[in-house]
């Protein structure tokens, strides 16, 4: 149940991603609320990666599933 709100929520975050020629694939959500993704494409390899996941990913999510605690990078 976690992980299908988790995914449904990085939907919404995937065209922002993809205009800036990225992506984001979702890898495991732990029973405690430890999301790990996999930033890829442009995203992958760009110097302010973990800026967006943090302040940006993270951020939608703990607002978008409460029960989301940290997202990492796998």
């Given at each position: 149940?976690?992980f299908e709100?988790?995914k449904s929520?990085?939907e919404?975050?995937r065209?922002s991603?993809k205009?800036?020629g ?7 959500v732990?029973?405690?609320g430890?999301?790990?993704?996999r930033?890829?494409g ?6 302010y ?9 993270e951020?939608?999510?703990k607002k978008?599933v ?5 997202v990492k990078?796998?």
């Amino acid at each position: 149940m976690l992980f299908e709100q988790v995914k449904s929520a990085i939907e919404n975050v995937r065209p922002s991603l993809k205009a800036d020629g990225g992506d984001i694939e979702l890898v495991s959500v732990s029973d405690d609320g430890v999301v790990k993704v996999r930033l890829t494409g442009a995203c992958g390899a760009c110097p302010y990666s973990m800026m967006t996941l943090k302040q940006g990913i993270e951020a939608y999510l703990k607002k978008a599933v409460p029960q989301v605690k940290e997202v990492k990078q796998a």
